[in-house]
């Protein structure tokens, strides 16, 4: 009982510990986002005089109307296009076993080690090619393409560990292939589905890399690389620069905080089966 409790505590203060250290720099920007523009705020020290209106400022200055169109649109032609892909491959990888299944999985699970940085120059020249260069294309192509090996992954693990008699009871009722893909399997699929979605519309929406060597108009951009433009107009103005950051990073904690239920049981689901 006495080591029960004792390990109760320490895993409480080390849940605390972890919290201070991830929300400490979330605090440290929101207080110097509170600080009147052009001062350089220390630390986590409070202002006198909260101004507010620095996040107005910051939403104007840098034009975040037109970035957060741009941004939700990249998300909007990235996130579909990469489920639907991710979902098919894997309930024919995990599901249907197809003859070279493995090898191909192999290659997707090789995917998982390519960096980003490693291949950046190869779809520069290749969006080039295209035309694409400085278009919202030239960003989300890219990322579909770079977001399969981990989709893949991810909605295999689900469908290789799906009940085969579920598939054996749709069969003899005679459900063809697509109807017990459609019908049967994903609507099971839908936590995975909830939570692979959540994942790559936060990767989409924080997606920097692509973004500033890709496109040169910020308004093209993602959010997180349209504050490469900012951070060089308001870099020395440090009460602007949290603003426009804790702006950017909003949408994404405001989509984790609707949808955590979903994800929680999606990894509670994959927890159970493996």
Not at 174 to 187: D, N, Y
Not at 201 to 224: C, G, H, K
Not at 236 to 256: V, Y
């Amino acid at each position: 009982m006495i080591v029960a409790r004792r390990n109760a505590v320490a895993g409480w203060l080390l849940l605390l510990v972890l919290m201070a250290v991830t929300l400490l720099p979330f605090a440290s920007m929101f207080t110097s986002a509170l600080f009147p523009s052009g001062t350089y705020p220390l630390g986590l020290s409070w202002p006198s005089h909260p101004h507010w209106g620095n996040f107005v400022a910051a939403f104007q200055d840098a034009n975040m109307g037109q970035m957060l169109v741009s941004s939700t649109s990249i998300v909007a032609g990235v996130v579909p296009i990469s489920l639907v892909m991710a979902t098919l491959a894997g309930f024919a990888l995990g599901h249907l076993k197809v003859r070279g299944g493995q090898v191909a999985f192999l290659l997707f699970v090789l995917g998982l080690t390519l960096p980003l940085e490693g291949v950046i120059v190869p779809i520069y020249y290749e969006m080039r090619d295209f035309g694409l260069l400085g278009s919202r294309w030239a960003i989300i192509l890219p990322l579909i393409g770079l977001f399969m090996p981990f989709g893949v992954y991810w909605m295999r693990a689900h469908f290789v560990n799906a009940p085969a008699q579920l598939s054996e009871a749709a069969r003899v009722d005679g459900a063809t292939t697509w109807q017990l893909f459609w019908r049967v399997h994903v609507p099971l699929a839908r936590p995975a589905l909830t939570s692979l979605g959540i994942l790559l519309s936060v990767w989409t929406w924080n997606q920097f890399l692509l973004a500033i060597v890709l496109v040169d108009d910020p308004t093209n951009r993602t959010m997180a690389g349209s504050l490469g433009a900012f951070q060089g107009q308001w870099g020395t103005n440090i009460p602007l620069l949290s603003a426009g950051s804790l702006l950017i990073l909003a949408p994404t904690l405001l989509l984790f905080v609707l949808f955590q239920r979903h994800f929680v049981v999606a990894l509670l689901q994959g927890s159970l089966k493996g």
